[in-house]
């Protein structure tokens, strides 16, 4: 066998392999922060929704693993519903129907809201539930729900 020469079902696969991977959708555009940080995917900020509401969760530059695993550059997220203000920085985030938790890694959730409007909020904790600061917190949405 000439071994400049590449094996046509090697070639098959490979250029089947790379079509595959170009024809994934990419996430929309919108969707994507143009830095790292934490944020909501779906709802997006103003939206009428009905209950119960699929909430999305997006993440750049980190990684997601589940609480009580300590891997660097990793956190897991906690939704915070109608939170006036930041959990303290330095300490664990409440755990509470206002301040839910998701050390098993999840990154979507279903929510059941009353009518009106409610805010919602993202914060990135650590593998004890502790923010990883200011940056991994998103900006507050507030949604209306009919």
Known sequence: ?????IPGVVLFIVLSALLGACSKQPPPAAALPSQEG?????????DTVTSPLVVRFGLKGRGVAPANVNLP???????LVDVATLPPMNLP?????????FGGGQTETTVTLTPGTHTL???????????LGKEWVSEKIT???K
């Open 1 to 5: 066998m000439n071994p400049t020469r």
């Open 143 to 145: 949604v209306t729900v």
């Open 73 to 79: 550059n990793t956190g897991h997220h906690h939704l």
């Open 93 to 101: 985030i409440p755990s509470d129907a206002n301040h839910i938790h």
């Open 38 to 46: 934490v944020y909501f995917i779906t709802p997006r900020n103003g």
């Open 121 to 131: 909020q993202l914060v990135l904790g650590d593998h004890l539930h502790v923010p």
